[in-house]
């Protein structure tokens, strides 16, 4: 056997959920190439597809999106948990993590239903801290609105219109599903076990949580606030450079070309603005973009260092008013439907997963009674 630090390289199952070609700047989702889908398709149109393996049509579809509507409200038992976290100032994504794990309250142990219940429900546990720790009371969900919409409803109380719904489902759209990343492994480690679904998915949301995951959108943004001015870029950038510092939103550990999340959530933002002259921190963005990937080449020439997947999350979540501690789980949202994905093809394999180790320890340790220890060195 041959130890490899993080697993990279080993294929750890075979799925039929998606496929991410680094070399060419590929994500195809359940069949589909990013761009063909994520633009066109509802949430709900997301969700069906990666759990049923088709689009459905329209009659499944209405009788798909109103029984996630039903799933909307929270337990009164969540409701209490969030009050509570609230008054400690807990972070957003440590509370829907926590809040997420009530949800076995009124969980069937069917996976159906606790599918449904999740993802129609973490939208109403963040907006509802999110509420909480602003000293504002929870606005409960709007049964006419679709999913992505009665996200931003809940946050502000105002009906998004109809540009910043279509800009919120295309996010979601995106990031529902990529591959063997870290937080789905974990959803599938969990389901292996035979454990339930909302178990698995406590579980990702922990993965998620670490910066090496789930924490770069956020500071991409306080990136482009520090530098601030379209003339501080390159000497900002160039200055981080020199400091061998990273620059947040550009490289990836698979893409070696542009991310095809980024087009796809360029192109958002474009729609996004299409009709609205308030485009002079996105028009500044995009110069910090171009300038960062002219220093790279220069830094650091063959590295193929491109725009990733955070640098446009971060300014479409912006435009859409959403604050940097939303970022994180807002994306939890989206990748819920794929852990979910995930984890009912783990259901469907039936096997554990159970890795070996290699040890590097001593074996010839002898018992010492305690009166005989020598004290340790402190």
Do not use: C
């Amino acid at each position: 056997m041959t130890y490899i630090p993080g697993l990279k390289g080993v294929i750890a199952t075979e799925t039929h959920l998606s496929s991410v070609d680094g070399e060419i700047g590929e994500l195809i989702i359940a069949s589909y190439p990013l761009e063909e889908i994520a633009p066109r398709a509802t949430f709900e149109e997301m969700a069906y597809l990666l759990w049923h393996h088709s689009l459905p049509s329209q009659s499944s579809l209405n009788a798909f999106t109103e029984s996630i509507q039903k799933h909307r409200t929270l337990p009164n038992a969540t409701i209490v948990l969030l009050r509570e976290a609230a008054s400690q100032n807990v972070s957003v994504i440590d509370a829907l993590r926590m809040a997420t794990a009530t949800l076995s309250l009124t969980s069937t142990n069917d996976d159906a239903s606790d599918a449904q219940t999740l993802i129609a429900t973490l939208p109403t546990i963040v907006a509802t801290y999110w509420r909480l720790i602003n000293n504002q009371e929870p606005i409960a969900p709007n049964p006419n609105l679709n999913h992505a919409a009665n996200y931003l409803y809940m946050l502000t109380g105002k009906n998004p219109n109809p540009a910043q719904t279509r800009a919120i489902t295309t996010y979601l759209n995106t990031i529902t599903d990529h591959g063997m990343n870290a937080s789905t492994f974990t959803a599938r480690v969990i389901t292996s076990t035979r454990s339930d679904l909302i178990s698995a998915i406590v579980g990702a949301i922990g993965a998620l949580k670490g910066p090496l995951h789930g924490g770069a959108p956020g500071p991409v943004l306080q990136m482009l606030q520090e530098i601030h001015s379209a003339e501080n870029a390159e000497p900002y950038m160039r200055a981080k450079l020199e400091k061998g510092e990273r620059l947040m939103g550009f490289g990836h550990a698979i893409y070696k070309v542009r991310d095809p999340r980024a087009d796809v959530l360029y192109d958002a933002l474009e729609s996004l603005f299409a009709d609205n002259s308030d485009r002079d921190f996105y028009t500044f963005a995009q110069h910090v973009e171009k300038t960062a990937i002219t220093l790279l080449e220069e830094f650091k020439p063959g590295r193929r260092l491109q725009t990733n997947v955070e640098f446009y999350t971060a300014l479409l979540l912006h435009s859409l008013g959403l604050h940097p501690d939303l970022f994180t789980p807002t994306f939890a949202m989206g990748r819920a439907v794929g852990w979910i994905a995930h984890s009912l093809e783990q259901r469907a394999l039936d096997r554990i997963i159970r890795p070996e180790s290699v040890y590097t320890g001593h074996k010839n340790g002898q018992w010492i009674p305690v009166e005989k220890r020598e004290p340790l060195l402190t």
